[in-house]
């Protein structure tokens, strides 16, 4: 939109690829925001002229700068603890990635602690190595606690968590789990439903749901996202 000439914009953001996301989806070089808005874009030279003496004037250098992003299927309470606790597995695209990521993770763990991980669809075809991550390959994170990965849909364990966390036995109704336990598909690995029988550790004790909720909404904004919809919001007394 087109700006008045009455007040100067707090700041303008220039030299990028900005993606609007309006009415004509325009994809434009510079932004000025006054008041929380933004008030105007199009080309660096139809903004930048807009500038006041008191307006922040930042050159992104050619990077994408995006509107708020808005989640809208999110655990919104848990993710503030997570990302104190839970080493981020978000883009390995090897398993000697993953596993390094883990043991710098341990380095700021108190000692014996488990050492948690989380990330997205874990796929042997996303690694450089063409194989599914296993027990053997936590077992060189430590082999004296547990170490636990997780993605949305399976839980890998380390040969101690193996030992400790799981069940030597399930109901023979449970034949997905028992076909996990034996070791069918890959070592330490459980798939949906099966890794519902693991009694797997905290990272560290929990938090009050208040602090929770505010480590959570400082994650997600230094994620930019400025909306989330919470798809399983804490119970009352938690």
């Given at each position: 939109?087109?700006?008045?000439?009455?007040?100067?914009?707090?700041?303008?953001?220039?030299?990028?690829h900005i993606v609007t996301m309006d009415?004509?989806?325009?994809?434009?070089?510079?932004?000025?925001?006054?008041?929380?808005?933004?008030?105007?874009?199009?080309?660096?030279?139809?903004?930048?002229?807009?500038?006041?003496?008191?307006?922040?004037?930042?050159?992104?250098?050619?990077?994408?700068?995006?509107?708020?992003?808005?989640?809208?299927?999110?655990?919104?309470?848990?993710?503030?603890?997570?990302?104190?606790?839970?080493?981020?597995?978000?883009?390995?695209?090897?398993?000697?990635?993953?596993?390094?990521?883990?043991?710098?993770?341990?380095?700021?763990?108190?000692?014996?602690a488990p050492i948690v991980g989380q990330?997205?669809?874990?796929?042997?075809?996303?690694?450089?190595?063409?194989?599914?991550?296993?027990?053997?390959?936590?077992?060189?994170?430590?082999?004296?606690?547990?170490?636990?990965?997780?993605?949305?849909?399976?839980?890998?364990?380390?040969?101690?968590?193996?030992?400790?966390?799981?069940?030597h036995s399930v109901p023979d109704t449970?034949?997905?789990?028992?076909?996990?336990?034996?070791?069918?598909?890959?070592?330490?690995?459980?798939?949906?439903?099966?890794?519902?029988?693991?009694?797997?550790?905290?990272?560290?004790?929990?938090?009050?749901?208040?602090?929770?909720?505010?480590?959570?909404?400082?994650?997600?904004?230094?994620?930019?996202?400025?909306?989330?919809?919470?798809?399983?919001?804490?119970?009352?007394?938690?």
């Amino acid at each position: 939109p087109a700006m008045g000439t009455t007040a100067h914009p707090d700041l303008i953001l220039s030299n990028g690829h900005i993606v609007t996301m309006d009415d004509r989806d325009r994809d434009v070089q510079a932004v000025a925001v006054r008041g929380g808005h933004i008030v105007a874009a199009g080309t660096d030279a139809d903004v930048r002229v807009l500038a006041g003496p008191g307006t922040e004037m930042v050159d992104l250098g050619g990077a994408t700068a995006l509107p708020g992003l808005i989640d809208t299927h999110a655990h919104f309470h848990r993710i503030g603890p997570r990302a104190a606790t839970t080493a981020s597995l978000y883009g390995c695209r090897s398993v000697e990635d993953l596993v390094a990521r883990m043991r710098a993770h341990e380095e700021g763990l108190p000692d014996g602690a488990p050492i948690v991980g989380q990330g997205d669809c874990f796929r042997a075809s996303h690694f450089a190595e063409k194989r599914q991550v296993c027990a053997a390959d936590l077992d060189r994170v430590a082999c004296d606690r547990p170490v636990v990965v997780s993605d949305v849909h399976k839980t890998i364990l380390n040969s101690h968590a193996l030992k400790t966390c799981a069940p030597h036995s399930v109901p023979d109704t449970r034949t997905d789990v028992a076909a996990d336990l034996r070791g069918d598909v890959v070592p330490g690995l459980f798939f949906s439903d099966a890794r519902n029988v693991l009694r797997l550790p905290q990272a560290l004790p929990g938090m009050p749901v208040t602090h929770a909720l505010r480590d959570s909404a400082a994650e997600f904004a230094r994620c930019g996202l400025t909306t989330v919809v919470d798809a399983g919001p804490p119970r009352a007394g938690q």
